[in-house]
C-alpha cells in the first residue's frame, strides 16, 4: 500500500515537472530567440502594391530603428525665386527600448553605438501619405566595421512625421539655415542566409 501511494506521487512529480518544462518551452519560443544577427519581431513594412521603395527578394529586414531629429534646409537662390534646399539630417537612433544607440547624419549615414556605420545614396522613394511630411525612401548602402550594421545592404525610411520646410523663403533669409523637426522609422535590411551561402 505504501510501495502503490510511493509510486503515485512521483507519477504526480514528475508529471507536473513535465508540464512546467512545457510550459517554459512555450514562452520562450522563436518570438525571443531571433536569428544570428537577426532583431526579434522586425517585420518589413506593408506598402502598397505599386511602391517604389521596395527592397529586393533576397534581402530580410534584421533591425529596425526610431529617429527623431530634425532635417536642415540653407535658403538659396533657385531660377526666378528662392527656395528651402536640402543640407542633411541631423537625428537620434532609438531602439525599441528608447534607447539612443546611434545616429542618422550628412550623407545619409549612419553610425552605431557599437562602431559600425552605414553610407549610404537613395536609390528610390515614395511620396508620404501626407504632404508636410518626408517622402519614404530606399536607400543602398555600404557598410563599415563590425558590429549591427555589418553586412546591410538597404535601409527603408518609413511612417515619416515632418521634416518639410516651407514652399520657399524670401531674399532677407538667403543663406539662412532651417531646422525642422521630424520622426521616421528606418529598418535596416541584410542578404537572406540563404542568398549568402
Given amino acids: 500500500m505504501n510501495f502503490e501511494l510511493h509510486q503515485f506521487r512521483i507519477v504526480i512529480a514528475l508529471s507536473a515537472a513535465l508540464l512546467s518544462a512545457c ?4 514562452s ?4 525571443t530567440t531571433p536569428s544570428p544577427g537577426k532583431a526579434a519581431g522586425v517585420t518589413a ?3 502598397g502594391f505599386f511602391s517604389s521603395i521596395k527592397v529586393p527578394s533576397d534581402r530580410e529586414p534584421v533591425l529596425q530603428l526610431f529617429a527623431q531629429g530634425v532635417q536642415i534646409f540653407r535658403c538659396e537662390k533657385r531660377n526666378a525665386g528662392f527656395a528651402w534646399m536640402f543640407r542633411q539630417p541631423e537625428a537620434e537612433l532609438l531602439d525599441g ?3 539612443v544607440v546611434g545616429r542618422h547624419g550628412a550623407s545619409f549615414s549612419f553610425e552605431h553605438v557599437d562602431g559600425s556605420r552605414l553610407l549610404s545614396t537613395v536609390a528610390a522613394y515614395d ?7 518626408l517622402r ?7 557598410s563599415f566595421g563590425k558590429g549591427a550594421f555589418d553586412g546591410v545592404t538597404h535601409v527603408q525610411r518609413v511612417n515619416t512625421q515632418g521634416g518639410m520646410p516651407p514652399a520657399s523663403c524670401g531674399t532677407n533669409q538667403l543663406g539662412q539655415l532651417l531646422r525642422v523637426e ?3 522609422d528606418f529598418v535596416f535590411y541584410r542578404p537572406r542566409a540563404s542568398a549568402s551561402g
Fill in 28 to 31: 520562450g519560443g522563436p518570438a
Fill in 127 to 133: 511620396e508620404a501619405p501626407k504632404a508636410t511630411d
Fill in 182 to 184: 521630424f520622426s521616421s
Fill in 23 to 26: 510550459a517554459s518551452v512555450d
Fill in 136 to 142: 519614404w525612401l530606399l536607400l543602398a548602402t555600404r
Fill in 97 to 99: 527600448s528608447g534607447k
Fill in 45 to 47: 513594412p506593408g506598402l
